[in-house]
């Protein structure tokens, strides 16, 4: 709770006795540790070298996208369909085309629903 109120107002939470330096620190800690949990996972699976991400970092952008910003329900679904659609097209017409129909429907829903799927308006 105190990491949202120091997120959404920084001096309301001072001010309601949250130390927000120590927060920030505590919310620094927590993300890198979960970026490098995810390095030390992705690592055994890919040649290590600084970009080795993107293709990952890629896919969760345009989940993002699909599902709406700051929606637990939309980005659950949207991974659902873009990991569907990453399969079919890897299967069906080819794995070179997975990615780049990924960011045609990232394309799509911004030009038809700027939100997302499930983002409210």
Known sequence: KSMRAVQQDSEAALVQGINVEYVCGITFAIATGLAALAGGLVGPLYAVHPPMGMSMLLLSFVVIILGGMG???GALIASFIIGFQQSFTSAYV???WAMAIS???AIVVLAIRPRGLVGHD
């Open 103 to 105: 960011c045609v429907i």
């Open 71 to 73: 929606t637990t329900i």
């Open 94 to 96: 080819g794995a070179e």
